[in-house]
């Protein structure tokens, strides 16, 4: 739009171009301060919606590790696993996840009754299987977890109880109970450190959250096969395929919402601008009637869409961020990061939009004459 | 004289009228789709969080301990109680059939392949059972979606079985191949992959597992997969210490605890609870997409209102020139303002009519991409979606109507705005 002021050759006409844009502004500030704010509207609610489509997925899948471990480690042929397993597990992970032990023993009641005994780390349990309903967790040494169909055997009323193994016997109190509807209930948990006391057996299992997308699961799970080659490493189908399909389906739903959200958006721009433009024909047509070469008028139009659909975006930018992270904190109780990234697609999606929406009037304009439009008609 | 202003209003600027109509016509199917979606959600993803699997397990009351360990069962067949298989059906008869998705009995008896000991899991794959006039088809293929086969699926009443892929791989055996369980040849149809325990077991049709046993009828234990509405502080209640009327209003909601009840009394001496691992995360992440689905929806209708007015107000703004000429004529600001209002108040209808059709048409293309199934339209939404529409319409015009009234004729008609 430059060139036509350039091959003039001399700074006031530029200064005159600018100056025609600042007033054509100015002067018509109801007008402009319309389609400015339909232009900042539009691009805070397509920032909203892009920001949430691309960091919803990181929220969402924070929800679905409620669900427990994705992956479990387990020693092969009934080993244990070795000592420094857990060590290597969790700076694989490096903050990415969080990884559990647990050992498992067949202990008697002292008349005879079978039961499955388990030794964890009762802290980290806690935090992975959050749906376990405990009424009491232990909290001192020889106090025991018992599963409310196995406290029914072992425990009636929280008495306290001996078990036996390989002709070892512990007394332990009953701290509480745990109700999952699973296996957990027939099952009584220890603390790894009473547990190993007693029985001497070392943990065969690890269940592991790990968070992220899929690959990174993935790349997890290779990882972990590399570095432990005495255990086996296999996904929790259930839990990983669930995740996929359910978070496949809200993520399809977002972006048909925000696609058709943004469509809105766009068309509410469309019709303000092209009636701004065609607000303006008599700039228009004056400018023609002065002599003012097609060029000139059809890049100051264009310029002043332009300018609109920079300034519109970068407001409407900063707006939509914080919409977005206000929907966060409400939805999720945590922010949503800001995606800095996406603004460049904001800005030349607005700028585009406003162009378009300049040029339709003007190819419309020129077919007619200056002298129709100054006479009003 | 009204009825012909209006009437001639629409015949000579039919571009203007096409415009307006169509943003109103957007807008309205855009607020209608999104309605739809939004208030249709929670069904639909209740229904993809059942690719979890059963939320409920259902044993027999006097139960001995399960000596389960990494999914292996540990405890001798001869043990403990069973369910009766000819119960199974009455699942079906509970007040709450219809969101009971569907059921797979389990019964695990340990068998001798190859020298040695290996659990065969007996069960439904897709079985057909009738209860009363209703027929129905249930089994693992529905309640554990994420088994996989290679091969295919062995028949309900035949005597073929599934093999654990790991189990397959010791074994070196392909679908098609012949195994010897239980002193008979039975065909392999297909290797299982599911992640767990049955990767190293043999899965068989529960008939199979029944004769081996020698116990016609037996199950060990029951999965039901069911869509429930998420807990809340009236489901987390003791029947036992609710009044009659309370009792009712916990009986007749889908809460998972008052289905567990429901089959408990359905099925003999059995004992049903809610495997909380899927049960209670379910309402967590339901509820989390229920509401992102329901602000994304408000943004939505912000959006579309937004460009309804604006429409509305530029078609009006490009009047001035009319409603100088109708003042300089003599007519008063009310006048005026009825003759845009009525315009308005057309537009919207017919736009809104359009845009509800359209807004149907597009719920239903984002329900059969996303969902594979239709999302429905309550009909209640039409006369709200039109008031919308109206009351939209009318915002968007009041302040260019306004405007408009109060100019200047003069100015107006000399084209100064």
New interface residues.
Partial sequence: MTSSVESRGANPHTSMFVRMLLRGAVVRRG?AA?ALF?MV??AA?ST??LN?YVD?QA??RK??R???ANV?V?AKNGQSLSLDALQQLNSVLAGRGMAVPFA?V?AQTPDG????VSGTDLEQVRKL?N???VTNWPQRANEALVGV??SS?VSPNGRPFDLIFHGQTIHLDSAGTV?????E??RIYLSMTDFENWTGVQPS?MEVAASGSPEDVDAIIKQLARLLPSAEV??????M??EA??LG??R???S???A??I???A???L??L??WV??RR?DFAIMKALGAPERLVNSLFAAEAAVLGAVGALIGFLIGIG?AAW?GR???HAAVVPRFGIFPEVLLGSILVALLSAILPIFLLRQVQPAIILR?E | MFARLVYESFRRQKRRKLLAAIAITLGVGVATAMIAVATDIGDKMSRELRSYGANLIVTPQDDTLDLQIGGVDLKPPSDGAYLNEADLPKVRGTFWHHNIVGFSPMLPVNVNIAGNNTTLLGTYFAKHLTFGKDEFVTGVTITHPWWKVSGAWPNDESQDVLLGERLAARLDKKPGDEIEVANQKRRITGTLSTGGAEDDEIVAPLSLAQSILGKPGAVRRLYVSAMTKPEDALARRDPKSMGPELFDRWYCSPYVQSIAYQLQEAIPHSHAEQIRQVAQNEGTVLEKIKGLMLLVTFAALFASALAVSAAMATAIFERRNEVGLMKALGAGKFAIAALFFTEATLLAIIGGMVGFGGGMLLAGEIGRSIFGDRIPIDPVLFPIIIAIAVLVTFAGSALAIRKAVTFDPVYALRGEG
């Fill in positions: 007008r319309s339909a509207v539009a609610v909203a919606m949430l919803v929220k969402l929800e679905f409620s669900y427990g479990v387990v498992y067949i009754q079978s039961v499955v299987d749906w376990w309903s169909r196995a055997v109700r999952t509807g699973a296996s209930d027939s299992t296999r996904p929790v189908r259930q839990v395929e669930g399909r359910v389906k809200t399809a739903t977002l048909a919402a925000a058709l959200i469509l809105t958006a068309l509410c721009v019709s303000t092209i009636g065609f607000d008599r919409a929907i409400a939805n999720f009003g």
